[in-house]
């Protein structure tokens, strides 16, 4: 069975590496919003298409080790969290690409405002994938508790962009083009860190064995 | 192996059952925006909490077979299939049910214009769902493709949403708040149809091998 660790090993290896790119990718796109930077914009496509590449080679990889061996309980659980983490992963590069799409519209208008909320959310959204990522490996409960609680931030965030947003466009209509890009920038940052959190869950359930999806109450 | 296909059989059956009630929250949601009806609100809240259960039942089904059985090739792919179509599935109830949570705030206001694209959009995300999960039971690449397709036309329809509620807001502030939400319901059905779209890709990739993802090329 030292082969098949060494497999689940170069796995979790991969899957670190994704969410790597993941977090570059969240960054660049704020980064293109708060500095109006092309280039920044293209290194987010550029991180996407190396995203989507490692999405389809991590979900060949883990359906191979589960035709190959035949895991147990532990192994298999790993297996089928690893599918649906590369999936979660793969979103997030989408919606960095959604958010860059919005950003390239908007550097070429006035600012509406500066940017505080934003990029304090994605701030957190990063490290949401990075600690998700890291509870994984360590197989760390509390640190994936950590995730979940700051979901919560994130949305409080979310509300106050939003309540913000629709005070600028009510009071200069002119501004309703532009704001409504800044809300959905908003609004992709909070599925972000949706997806950590299911990550995050997913790492309870194969760390506890207790699976946390819809009952928000073990959140507490 | 005889009784392996009918536990194979029994998880198609509990996809398909998963995705009737998805197709049925949707519908309700919609309802409950166009006919400002809060018993179909209540409804989609009812419909979601089944969504769950049947979620978790459909995880905990098709990771025991990977692991009770050592299924190959095909099999396994029915299988790790059969866990992204019911992810994706229970997303579209989540969705259904922010779409039904801006329903009801926009309850208690005057309507802002008379609903026409997001019900067909809505439709057509319905129509969507059936046919993926159709595309799956009978192996069928064709009617897959067909999904895609409506992807399109979904698309398509929602940017013409966008652009009218943009002008609304611009020629009139008071309408801000409204045209907000139903611009995140529009965004909401697209997502819906984004999910049924992953669906019908994966049933490609179980019928034709082909891998569809991150080729957009394909899908001309």
Not at 88 to 97: C, H, I, Y
Not at 155 to 180: G, I, K
């Amino acid at each position: 069975m030292r082969h098949f660790r060494d497999e689940l090993d170069e796995l979790q290896r991969r899957l670190l590496e994704m969410a790597g790119l993941v977090e570059s990718a969240i960054h660049s796109s704020i980064m293109s919003l708060v500095d109006r930077d092309e280039e920044q914009a293209k290194e987010v496509l550029w991180k996407e298409a190396q995203i989507n590449q490692k999405d389809i080679e991590i979900d060949e990889l883990a359906t191979r080790l589960l035709a190959l061996y035949q895991p147990m309980a532990k192994d298999m659980r790993f297996l089928t969290a690893a599918i649906k983490i590369n999936g979660d992963l793969e979103r997030m590069g989408d919606l960095a690409v959604n958010i860059t799409e919005r950003s390239m519209s908007l550097m070429r208008e006035q600012q509406v405002k500066p940017l505080v909320d934003i990029p304090k959310m994605a701030d957190l959204a990063e490290t949401m994938v990075r600690n998700s990522l890291d509870a994984l490996v360590k197989r760390d409960a509390d640190l994936a508790r950590t995730v979940l609680l700051a979901d919560d931030e994130v949305d409080r965030l979310r509300d106050a962009v939003y309540q913000e947003l629709l005070q600028f466009m009510q009071a200069e209509s002119t501004t309703v083009p532009r704001a409504v890009d800044l809300m959905f920038i908003a609004h992709d940052l909070e599925r972000i860190a949706d997806h950590a959190t299911n990550i995050a869950e997913d790492v309870l359930f194969l760390v506890k064995g207790i699976d946390v999806r819809h009952h928000a109450e073990v959140r507490e």
